[in-house]
C-alpha cells in the first residue's frame, strides 16, 4: 500500500457545525503533515507529527484542532470555521521527519463553509 | 528562510513539443529539491526528487530535472508533451539538516493546446 487515504472526500459545513477529516495510510511512515490550499495557491503547511506527538503547529487557529490516535491515523477536528477556511485540506506522510524523504499527499478533502 | 521561485505563472505548449519549467530556490547550503504534480482538485504527486549525486535526475511520466548548483535552480524537463500532461507544477525544497518543512514555489500552470 503506496498511499494516503482521506475522508471525506468532499465537506460542506456550517459556521456552528463540527466534523473531523481522516487521514490513514499503511505505509510505515512516522511523519505525517496537515496540509491547507486555496485555489491557485500552494499549499501551507498547518501541522507535524513526528512519531504521534505534534512537532510543528504553524500558527494555526484553535477551531483546528489535530489528532495522530496512532502512526496510521491523522486527524483534523473543524469547530466553528469561517467561511475563509474553505479550501483544499490535504495530507501528507514520510518515512522520517525531514531528512528529505520525501512526502506522500493523499488526494486532499474539499471543505467548504458556509 | 529558504524561498523557491517559479518565474511562469502559465505556459502553453503545444502537444508533442519540449517542456521546461522553471525553478530558482534561495537556500544558504544545496537543500532537497523536488517537484511536484498536481491535476484539478487532486492531491500532489511527486514527479522527481534530488539529493546529491548525479545532477540530472529522472522521475515518472517521462520527466527529468537537472540540478545546477551555480545557478540554484532546478528546472523540469519533458522531450515531447503530452495533453494528460496538464496540471499544476510546484518545485518544493527542503533543508537537508534537522527537520525542515517542506516549501512550496507559487506553481506554474501547464497547458497544452493541440
Known amino acids: 500500500d503506496t498511499e494516503v487515504t482521506q475522508t471525506p472526500k468532499h465537506l460542506v459545513m456550517g459556521m456552528t457545525n463540527k466534523k473531523s477529516l481522516k487521514c490513514e495510510q499503511h505505509m510505515g511512515h512516522r511523519a505525517m503533515y496537515w496540509y491547507k490550499q486555496k485555489a491557485k495557491k500552494p499549499p501551507e503547511l498547518m501541522f507535524v507529527y513526528s512519531y504521534e506527538k505534534l512537532s510543528i503547529n504553524e500558527s494555526v487557529p484553535s477551531r483546528f484542532s489535530p489528532e495522530c490516535p496512532n502512526s496510521s491515523l491523522l486527524n483534523l477536528h473543524l469547530h466553528a470555521l469561517q467561511p475563509e477556511d474553505s479550501a483544499l485540506y490535504l495530507c501528507?506522510?514520510?518515512?522520517?521527519?525531514?531528512?528529505?524523504?520525501?512526502?506522500?499527499f493523499g488526494s486532499g478533502t474539499r471543505l467548504t463553509v458556509v | 528562510a529558504q524561498s523557491v521561485t517559479q518565474p511562469d505563472i502559465h505556459i502553453t505548449v503545444s502537444e508533442g513539443a519540449s517542456l521546461e519549467l522553471r525553478c530558482n530556490y534561495s537556500?544558504?547550503?544545496?537543500?532537497?529539491l523536488f517537484w511536484y504534480v498536481q491535476s484539478p482538485g487532486q492531491g500532489l504527486q511527486l514527479l522527481l526528487k534530488y539529493f546529491s549525486g548525479d545532477t540530472l535526475v529522472q522521475g515518472i511520466k517521462g520527466f527529468e530535472a537537472e540540478f545546477k548548483r551555480s545557478q540554484s535552480s532546478f528546472n523540469l524537463r519533458k522531450p515531447s508533451v503530452h495533453w494528460s500532461d496538464a496540471a499544476e507544477y510546484f518545485c518544493a525544497v527542503q533543508q537537508n539538516t534537522g527537520f525542515q518543512k517542506l516549501v512550496f514555489g507559487t506553481g506554474t500552470r501547464l497547458l497544452v493546446s493541440p
Open positions: 537556500y544558504g547550503a544545496t537543500p532537497y
Open positions: 501528507a506522510s514520510s518515512q522520517i521527519v525531514g531528512q528529505g524523504s520525501g512526502y506522500t
